[in-house]
């Protein structure tokens, strides 16, 4: 199985991914957690370029094609054989993120997203995606709080956070038997919790997917 957690700056997808994937470990599953952008060593090089404060002439095509290309890295080198090896894979952020983030907030042409995303990933699509939702200020005051380094997207117009947030809602919206929006501004303990249950619902026995 192929699960994405998705969502606003701030929603806690980083913090939630290990806790997550011990507990479907101790429940007999195999798990790999992986990331985008990043994931492998190419992927990595990327992400700080992308994420770098100091980079702020890159323009949106720029920044869109550079997320694919991770992607295309990530997909080739870690989710498909994982998936293949017949591991859970479970990444921080995928494909719906440049939708989110280069469609609904850059206002790049969602088609092209769309054929860019297919080029990149072959075509694979997650079976499960949790959109931890917040609201953009209490996100973004999170992070702050937390300490967590600020990197060239978090430091965007709150409208822009305000569109992408827009934009994670209405892609669950078109595809409910995919995403499970789950209220991610309660404490981390109850987030987790109905995570893991969204989770093992859709799961058989361990060792059957």
Not at 20 to 30: P, S
Not at 59 to 82: G, K, M, N
Not at 138 to 166: C, K, P, Q, S, Y
């Amino acid at each position: 199985m192929f699960i994405t957690l998705e969502g606003p700056e701030g929603a806690g997808k980083s913090s939630q991914i290990h806790p997550l994937a011990d507990f479907l470990r101790r429940q007999g599953y195999e798990v790999v957690t992986t990331r985008e952008p990043g994931g492998t060593s190419i992927g990595d090089q990327i992400r700080a370029c992308l994420h770098d404060t100091a980079n702020t002439a890159m323009i949106p095509l720029t920044e869109v094609l550079l997320y694919a290309a991770s992607r295309a890295q990530l997909v080739a080198e870690v989710i498909r054989p994982e998936l293949a090896a017949g591991r859970i894979v479970v990444c921080d952020r995928y494909a719906d993120s440049t939708l989110a983030y280069q469609g609904f907030g850059r206002g790049l042409d969602m088609q092209m997203l769309a054929g860019l995303t297919a080029l990149a990933t072959g075509g694979l699509k997650p079976d499960l995606t949790l959109l931890l939702d917040i609201d953009v200020a209490e996100g973004l005051t999170r992070r702050l709080n937390e300490g967590e380094e600020m990197n060239r997207l978090d430091l965007e117009a709150i409208d822009f956070h305000n569109r992408v947030r827009a934009g994670y809602l209405g892609l669950a919206a078109q595809e409910p038997e995919r995403w499970v929006r789950i209220d991610a501004s309660r404490p981390a303990e109850i987030v987790q919790q109905e995570m893991r249950r969204v989770i093992l619902a859709r799961l058989g026995p361990a060792g059957r997917e």
